[in-house]
């Protein structure tokens, strides 16, 4: 059983940066997925950032000012915010999806930190 928990969240002038964190209570190397969604009021939850294949991927919003990483020895998944705008201001969710055999078995999410960009 897999626990996330997301931290690094807050507020931050227009332009500034951000780095989040989600730590993961059980091992997640070897996921199918691993990323970041968020959500803001009155919106669906919208995918930020990915890492899956081997490759990353973002959504058209955040590219060029958004970097997923990940550190294994850690077991955390990263997300570097910058050049933030007032659009991003939303509650991010860490996610991670777990396989078996090539199977997704799991899908696990944290409880999410608020971002808040305003100034």
């Known amino acids: 059983q897999v626990q996330l928990v997301e931290s690094g969240g807050g507020l931050v002038q227009p332009g500034g940066s951000l780095r989040l964190s989600c730590a993961a209570s059980?091992?997640?190397?070897?996921?199918?997925?691993m990323g970041w969604y968020r959500q803001a009021p009155e919106k669906q939850r919208e995918l930020v950032a990915r890492i899956i294949g081997g490759s990353t991927n973002y959504a058209d919003s955040v590219k060029g000012r958004f970097t997923i990483s990940r550190d294994n020895a850690k077991n955390t998944v990263y997300l570097q915010m910058n050049s933030l705008k007032p659009e991003d201001t939303a509650v991010y969710y860490c996610?991670?999806?777990?396989?078996?055999?090539?199977?997704?078995?799991?899908?696990?999410w944290g409880r999410g930190t608020q971002v808040t960009v305003s100034s």
């Open positions: 996610n991670v999806v777990m396989g078996d055999s090539g199977r997704v078995v799991a899908n696990y």
């Open positions: 059980g091992s997640i190397f070897g996921a199918i997925a």
